[in-house]
């Protein structure tokens, strides 16, 4: 069996990743069947024509830069034991090289491309201590709802100056972004864009000036590990929750004090 591993970072949210790699499709010739899909984590696909096979797989990692894709691609030629090495390595390999550069060039510019269409949201866990800041919103579709302070990037605007932005805007803190907590699959429709699309992106942060106040929802809360499954978040937050409580977990930074509407 011969193996290569290919590792691309695109400028794209995971699911814009995820599409824009399916739309494309497979960078050979010969059609490969899905064998794996799970959307926008990972797919497999393969196919065997007699005794030789191929099997592509791609693995979808979120990270604060954008979408990681870790590819690879697996085969046997089927012929017997030194044949398969002289033809695999006179032929084959280069062949899925070439074809495999010339296809993730042109992928990584198309997603990043892509993403500019898509409404993306940006998240912040401000951490204080052993506690994080978390708001209820007020009004809408998730009224009563609890989240992460944050909003829709701007076009043209990065995620991390989306970030401070909306802090201020909601809470009137200057805030600093400590590290890339997650992303996760916004399954709404946001601001008119297609359904599942869009992802919001989790950044740990600091509060560097200020003290948070509510000025765009209900009322705000420091919760501490323990108290953070109790609460009615919007679905879409569930997951990143582990992360946050590993963070809280940490101990952090001194406690700056307390917060409410
Ligand atoms: N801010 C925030 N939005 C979230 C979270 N989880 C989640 O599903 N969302 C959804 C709710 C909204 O559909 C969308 C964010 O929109 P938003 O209304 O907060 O954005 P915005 O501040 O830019 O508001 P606007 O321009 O529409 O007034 O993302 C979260 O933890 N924080």
């Known amino acids: 069996m011969f193996r290569l591993r290919f590792t691309t970072l695109v400028e794209a949210p995971l699911t814009v990743a995820f599409d824009v790699a399916r739309a494309l499709g497979r960078p050979w010739p010969v059609p490969l069947e899905e064998v794996v899909s799970v959307r926008p984590e990972r797919d497999v696909y393969a196919v065997a024509r ?25 085969w046997d030629t089927g012929l017997p034991g030194i044949v ?27 997603a990043a491309h892509r993403a500019l269409d898509v409404v993306r949201v940006v998240g912040a866990a401000l951490v204080d201590g052993d506690r994080v800041l978390v708001a209820q919103r007020s009004g809408g579709r998730y009224d009563g709802c609890w989240e992460f302070p944050g909003g829709k ?58 003290r948070p ?17 109790a609460l009615d978040w919007i679905p879409a937050d569930r997951p990143l929750l582990p992360a ?18």
């Not at 030789?52 to 697996?74: C, K, M, N, P, Y």
């Not at 100056?161 to 200057?174: F, G, I, M, N, S």
């Not at 000025?215 to 809360?221: C, F, G, I, M, V």
């Open 244 to 261: 946050v409580r590993a963070l809280l977990g940490l101990g952090g930074a001194p406690r700056r004090g307390r917060t409410s509407r």
């Open 50 to 74: 007699g005794r030789g096979w191929i099997t592509h797989s791609r693995r979808f990692t979120a990270t604060g830069a954008g979408t990681l894709v870790d590819e690879q691609v697996d």
């Open 153 to 210: 990037v701007e076009p043209g605007e990065s995620d991390l100056a989306a970030l401070v932005r909306e802090c201020a805007e909601e809470l009137r803190v200057d805030v600093v972004p400590q590290a890339f907590l997650g992303e996760v699959l916004l399954d709404g429709v946001v601001a008119g864009g297609a359904p599942g699309a869009s992802t919001m992106r989790v950044w740990w942060g600091r509060i560097a000036h200020g």
């Open 84 to 110: 398969s090495g002289v033809v695999d390595r006179l032929v084959l390999r280069g062949r899925v090289v070439r074809a495999m550069q010339a296809h993730l060039d042109g992928y990584a510019a198309a």
């Open 213 to 229: 106040v509510a000025h765009e929802h209900a009322q705000l809360r420091w919760v501490g590990a323990a108290d953070l499954d």
